[in-house]
């Protein structure tokens, strides 16, 4: 079976941190792009990064988290991670790791095909 | 890239045949996915490549357009489509969402 399980939200005072990591099975990780996407309480859904296939050549960041989170995948432990720093409450949200249909960011992609069930992120103090 | 869905909320009953609409702000060419996402699950691809019906998606969902507009249409609203209805542009980063429809039971 397909899927994707991510772990490691939870309640973080401004300006922390937390590493949120998605764990992959059920297909070749490698050979797929990753993204992490949020849904903030009330609001829609916000494509937050993605990193291509095999060795994460190219990574993309959405301009709201810029400089304060980094994308990273280890293809022999089949995971995904999303490090973020210097947290804000409007970060928080539910953090989705979804698997792209191909291997590339761009040009140009299909959809994300496979959807873990989301790890909840507090921003408070 | 902007994505703009319309409506926004739509009420509707079984058997219903619905339409949403998806605006880009410039041309995608065929890179538009739609997704449903229901509250505390994960949210789940209905057509990519603005027409393709992913697997395991029922024949009821259809896709269409190109260039800056798309449409899905649920030909026959089943008791299980009601849900929150997303479009989204593959065509280059930031990979925008429409803000959404809502599809609710009449």
């Known amino acids: 079976e397909v899927r994707l399980l991510e772990s490691g939200g939870g309640l973080v005072q401004p300006g922390g941190s937390l590493r949120l990591s998605c764990a992959a099975s059920?297909?070749?990780?490698?050979?797929?792009?990753m993204t992490w996407v949020r849904q903030a309480p009330g609001k829609g859904l916000e494509w937050v990064s993605s990193?291509?296939?095999?060795?994460?050549?190219?990574?993309y960041y959405a301009d709201s988290v810029k400089g304060r989170f980094t994308i990273t995948r280890d293809n022999s432990k089949n995971t995904l991670w999303l490090q973020m720093n210097s947290l804000r409450a409007e970060d928080t949200a539910i953090y989705y790791c979804?698997?792209?249909?191909?291997?590339?960011?761009?040009?140009?992609?299909?959809?994300?095909?496979?959807w873990g069930q989301g790890t909840t992120v507090t921003v408070s103090s | 890239i902007q994505m703009t869905q319309s409506p926004s909320s739509l009420s509707a009953s079984v058997g219903d045949r619905v339409t949403i609409s998806c605006r880009a702000s410039?041309?995608?060419?065929?890179?538009l996915n739609w997704y449903q996402h229901k509250p505390g699950k994960a949210p789940n691809l209905l057509i990519y490549?603005?027409?393709a019906l992913e697997s395991g998606v029922p024949s009821g969902f259809s896709g269409s357009g190109f260039g800056t507009n798309f449409t899905l249409t649920i030909s026959s609203l089943q008791p299980d489509d009601f849900a929150t209805y997303y479009c989204?542009?593959?065509?280059?980063?930031?990979?925008?969402f429409g803000q959404g429809t809502r599809l609710e039971i009449k």
């Open positions: 979804a698997k792209l249909k191909q291997w590339l960011v761009t040009p140009g992609t299909y959809g994300m095909d496979v």
């Open positions: 059920g297909f070749t990780f490698s050979n797929y792009a």
């Open positions: 990193v291509d296939g095999g060795s994460g050549g190219t990574i």
């Open positions: 410039q041309s995608i060419n065929n890179y």
């Open positions: 490549g603005a027409s």
């Open positions: 989204q542009q593959s065509y280059s980063t930031p990979f925008a």
